[in-house]
């Protein structure tokens, strides 16, 4: 059982560039959620979704984009990478209304570094 | 707005000691409140919760009570073993809505031999 997956675990990028991050859940959660991981800080809430086709932005959104086309699957995109970008990103998903309510998995993450 | 406070680390313990490590949190209403713990090079993962006032939540020799006088939900346990090493995160959830939780900035725990 995979639960959440996230590719690729460790990126650099250049300045300008773009990507997307890929996050993907085997367990037909319909609530899925993008938080960023600075050093010495909690968790900051990117976007999130609470189910295909529908998004809505967290607490950090500028600089990135979100779709949801299917359940499985959440990607993350930046579309002109900065060096405030770096940090690690993780994944999650809930079964239940909110991650308050039922348990949350949460993928491995991706460690981004923008130079 | 909602907010997690937690006690600052890196905390270091010799293997068997007591552990307890601080949280309080700022909320409209009546929040659910978690600890999720992040071993190193791996995701997050729900350690324990309590969803109302004296609620103790309890999981792997860990405890935390949701103390609502106090707004505090200190994790403890009586024995820490090195495996324990890893960073917790204090969260809370004010609305059960879908828009996710607020985390405290995460107490790293290293526990040696």
């Known amino acids: 059982n995979a639960g959440v997956t996230q590719t690729p675990k460790f990126r650099i990028l250049k300045i300008g560039q773009s990507m997307t991050l890929q996050c993907a859940q085997d367990m037909n959660h319909n609530y899925m959620y993008w938080y960023r991981q600075d050093p010495g800080m909690g968790l900051k809430l990117i976007y999130y979704?609470?189910?295909?086709?529908?998004?809505d932005k967290g607490e950090v959104p500028n600089g990135y984009n979100v779709s949801r086309s299917t359940t499985e699957d959440f990607p993350l995109r930046l579309e002109l990478a900065a060096p405030s970008q770096t940090s690690v990103y993780f994944c999650?998903?809930?079964?239940?209304?909110?991650?308050?309510?039922?348990?949350?998995?949460f993928g491995q993450g991706t460690r981004l570094t923008v130079v | 707005g909602d907010s997690v406070t937690q006690m600052e680390g890196p905390v270091t313990l010799s293997e068997e000691a007591f552990l307890t490590i601080n949280c309080t949190y700022t909320?409209?209403?009546?929040?659910?409140l978690f600890w999720y713990v992040q071993y190193p090079g791996e995701g997050l993962q729900l350690l324990l919760k309590a969803t109302k006032a004296d609620d103790k939540g309890s999981n792997k020799g860990f405890e935390a009570t949701y103390r609502k006088e106090t707004t505090s939900f200190h994790l403890e346990k009586g024995s820490v073993q090195v495996s324990d090493s890893a960073v917790y995160f204090c969260?809370?959830?004010?609305?059960?809505?879908?828009?996710?939780?607020?985390f405290g900035k995460g107490t790293h725990l290293i526990i040696q031999p």
């Open positions: 969260a809370l959830d004010s609305g059960g809505g879908a828009d996710g939780l607020t």
């Open positions: 979704s609470v189910g295909a086709g529908i998004t």
């Open positions: 999650a998903s809930s079964s239940g209304q909110g991650l308050g309510n039922t348990e949350a998995f």
């Open positions: 909320a409209t209403g009546y929040p659910s």
